[in-house]
Nanobody, 128 residues
């Protein structure tokens, strides 16, 4: 069983930056994939980025490439999402989630439904 707790959300101006953290605990396998998702009111949940626990390989949605960075710390129990150049349309609740998969499967393209474990979410608001 895996538990995830997000933090680091807040309010920033357009073009600002935030760093979100996801503390992962419980039974963590080398095959664990941790993804970041966001969901605005009335919108579908959107995959943002993912990282594969075993080797740190990463995936990014096209919309955030070059601006967001997902990483894990040396202890492998915290996943970070550094978000730069934030846009108002990226105002959302951001969630981290986990699943077990192989390296090539560690992508949010597979859909949120594949991620079995979810954090509570953290609000990110980007103002003009």
């Amino acid at each position: 069983q895996v538990q995830l707790v997000e933090s680091g959300g807040g309010s920033v101006q357009i073009g600002g930056a935030l760093r979100l953290s996801c503390v992962v605990s419980g039974y963590i396998l080398s095959s664990t994939c941790v993804g970041w998702f966001r969901q605005a009111p009335g919108k579908e949940r959107e995959g943002v980025a993912a990282i594969y626990h075993a080797d740190g390989s990463t995936y990014y949605a096209d919309s955030v490439k070059g601006r967001f960075t997902i990483s894990q710390d040396n202890t492998k129990n915290t996943v970070w999402l550094q978000m730069n150049g934030l846009k108002p349309e990226e105002t959302s609740v951001y969630y981290c989630a986990a699943m077990s998969t192989f390296r090539e499967g560690c992508t949010v393209v597979v859909g949120a439904m594949r991620f079995l474990y979810w954090g509570q979410g953290t609000q990110v608001t980007v103002s003009s």
